[in-house]
């Protein structure tokens, strides 16, 4: 139990690090994109991006290392290992950037309205921005692309997440596709979760308008059950 203290209490520590981190990385990223012809961009992106993989691949290690049952523990967190030594898996370093989603909705409060619009639009930005330059990097240099600027991978990302469509502009690699699925996966699973969140709450506020309307009716009860109480006393005491 101890040994699970001390790596909770580092997980708690490390995560805005790890979020600033990830911004970093998503710098790095746009900049190996967008700036490939940039000698000095294309250094500093590298730079970044050698940076941001240092820091996660300690972060690993040290939970590793802190975990009380660490066979356990890696068998459970493969994801974070692919993530670390895998290049195809690195844009998933932004996951982090949920620690910041989880900020902002501590900003604007429990509200509802606060809460959708936190998540609808941090969630679908950074979605729709993430996949543009993934979909720009696997389609750009294929000769029957019609993804060859960010403008069209951009455009392609938000007819995709909104499962629209257009045709106009689509992936034709074989990695490209994948990501155009996963984007599309991604945007059905947000409107997804802000749909459950409404009900969810639609749900919970009927019930505590019928718990309510209960309580008052009690009430009512009781009180009118006093005064018929008091009256029959009236009553007897004037016979």
């Given at each position: 139990?101890?040994?699970?203290?001390?790596?909770?209490?580092?997980?708690?520590?490390?995560?805005?690090?790890?979020?600033?981190?990830?911004?970093?990385?998503?710098?790095?990223?746009?900049?190996?994109?967008?700036?490939?012809?940039?000698?000095?961009?294309?250094?500093?992106?590298?730079?970044?991006?050698?940076?941001?993989?240092?820091?996660?691949?300690?972060?690993?290690?040290?939970?590793?290392?802190l975990?009380?049952?660490?066979?356990?523990?890696?068998?459970?967190?493969?994801l974070d290992?692919?993530?670390?030594?895998l290049?195809l898996?690195?844009?998933?370093?932004?996951?982090?950037?949920?620690?910041?989603?989880?900020?902002?909705?501590?900003?604007?409060?429990?509200?509802?309205?606060?809460?959708?619009?936190?998540?609808?639009?941090?969630?679908?930005?950074?979605?729709?921005?993430?996949?543009s330059?993934?979909?720009?990097?696997?389609e750009?240099?294929?000769?029957?692309t019609?993804?060859?600027?960010?403008?069209?991978?951009?455009?392609?990302?938000?007819?995709?997440?909104?499962?629209?469509?257009?045709?106009?502009?689509?992936?034709?690699?074989?990695?490209?596709?994948i990501?155009?699925?996963?984007?599309?996966?991604?945007g059905?699973?947000?409107?997804?979760?802000?749909?459950?969140?409404?009900?969810?709450?639609?749900v919970?506020?009927?019930?505590?308008?019928?718990?309510?309307?209960?309580?008052?009716?009690?009430?009512?009860?009781?009180?009118?059950?006093?005064?018929?109480?008091?009256?029959?006393?009236?009553?007897?005491?004037?016979?």
């Amino acid at each position: 139990m101890k040994d699970q203290a001390i790596l909770d209490r580092w997980e708690r520590r490390a995560e805005w690090p790890l979020a600033a981190v990830a911004l970093m990385f998503l710098a790095s990223y746009s900049i190996h994109v967008l700036a490939q012809s940039d000698r000095t961009a294309a250094h500093i992106s590298h730079l970044l991006g050698v940076a941001s993989w240092i820091v996660f691949t300690i972060d690993y290690a040290v939970r590793l290392w802190l975990a009380p049952n660490r066979r356990h523990w890696f068998v459970r967190h493969l994801l974070d290992l692919a993530v670390v030594a895998l290049p195809l898996l690195r844009p998933l370093r932004l996951v982090r950037l949920v620690i910041l989603f989880s900020a902002l909705q501590r900003a604007v409060g429990n509200a509802i309205r606060g809460r959708v619009l936190v998540y609808t639009v941090s969630g679908a930005v950074l979605l729709v921005y993430v996949a543009s330059l993934a979909e720009l990097q696997a389609e750009r240099h294929d000769p029957n692309t019609t993804i060859d600027s960010f403008g069209n991978a951009l455009w392609c990302s938000i007819t995709t997440v909104t499962t629209v469509g257009y045709g106009d502009v689509y992936p034709v690699t074989v990695a490209g596709r994948i990501i155009a699925a996963l984007l599309m996966i991604g945007g059905m699973s947000l409107v997804g979760v802000i749909t459950a969140t409404i009900a969810s709450w639609i749900v919970q506020r009927v019930n505590e308008a019928g718990s309510t309307a209960r309580e008052l009716t009690a009430a009512d009860i009781a009180e009118l059950r006093g005064e018929i109480r008091a009256l029959r006393e009236q009553l007897n005491g004037g016979g």
